[in-house]
């Protein structure tokens, strides 16, 4: 196939496109690198089936010959740059869906909508499942990220319905692995960059609230699976093995071998209590789950980051 991939050069981004390539097909990466990195796909620069296009996807975009599908990937995605970028993550989310809509309708593509767990935001219900509607505060800070995937969410489907657009909706939860920003705010960057710094590793309010982590290789083939299926309806992927923010932090302070404390301050506001996919469908649907172990996940990646701080 051909597969146009927004925010390309990106985190999730660039490994869709490795594991695309991989698979054969051929590869039109775009993204205005607001947050994504050419470091991220220097390595498919000499590829013949890899094509880089810096582009705003909120603007229009022109793609010569035939297209299978488009995985809408573009968008800030950690709280330090939607809160930085307010407007520009709700035009990604709204313009930019719009754009590759639009796109996908005129080249008969599939479509595949990077969504995020955020849509469930504090979430009352635990775990999530897909039918929950979830408990977003539009106005709050996280607002902007939040509302910008449920728009996504509506407009995809409205494009199914009217247009009869052949669409996908992946529910991302917390993934981490390979090539995140050191600065990006997330917790695993931070965590990892402190403690193999030998900093204290900063937890907000009590550490007692929950997090799931999926590593980047388990999250991608999810992905790729939703590609190939025929399911329109939402679809969360992420690890269901859950844990408080303490025993994260602790976790990493051990397997870096790091002489860190942990320092508390306090909670973002709408920051969520818990988080943690229930994956029935993708199990049922798609024969998909998570397969590597977050200990094992997290010595990769703490070994990349080792290269990246250069110690």
Not at 236 to 262: C, D, H, W, Y
Request: glycine share 8%; charged share 25%.
């Amino acid at each position: 196939m051909k597969i146009l991939v927004t925010g390309g050069a990106g985190f999730l981004g660039s490994h869709i496109c490795d594991l695309l390539i991989k698979k054969g097909h051929s590869v039109i990466c775009v993204d205005n690198l607001i947050t994504g990195n050419t470091d991220n796909i220097k390595h498919l620069g000499g590829n013949r089936k890899f094509r880089f296009l810096k582009h705003d996807v909120t603007e229009y975009i022109s793609i010569k010959g035939n297209l299978h599908a488009i995985l809408h990937f573009a968008s800030p995605a950690s709280p330090i740059d939607y809160l930085q970028l307010p407007i520009q993550t709700l035009k990604v989310g709204s313009l930019g869906t719009h754009k590759m809509l639009g796109l996908a309708k005129k080249k008969g593509a599939k479509f595949l909508l990077a969504s995020s767990s955020e849509v469930y935001g504090d979430p009352l219900v635990h775990p999530q499942k897909e039918d929950y509607w979830g408990n977003v505060n539009p106005v709050g800070p996280r607002g902007v990220y939040d509302e910008s995937k449920r728009f996504g969410e509506a407009l995809a489907v409205a494009y199914g319905k009217v247009h009869g657009v052949d669409i996908r909706i992946a529910r991302i939860f917390n993934t981490f692995g390979p090539r995140m920003r050191k600065n990006d705010g997330r917790v695993v960057p931070a965590f990892i960059t402190q403690a193999l710094t030998e900093k204290p590793l900063t937890v907000f309010g009590d550490g007692k609230q929950t997090r799931s982590f999926c590593y980047v290789e388990d999250l991608v083939r999810g992905i790729y699976k939703l590609l190939l299926s025929r399911v329109q309806c939402p679809v969360n992927l992420g690890n269901p093995t859950e844990m408080t923010v303490n025993e994260f932090a602790r976790q990493i302070i051990s397997l870096t071998n790091s002489k860190s404390r942990l320092v508390n301050k306090p909670l973002p506001v709408d920051d969520p209590k818990v988080r943690q996919p229930d994956i029935a469908r993708a199990k049922k649907i798609l024969k998909w789950e998570p397969r590597v172990p977050v200990k094992e996940g997290l010595k990769l990646t703490i070994a990349w980051f080792k290269e990246e701080l250069d110690l």
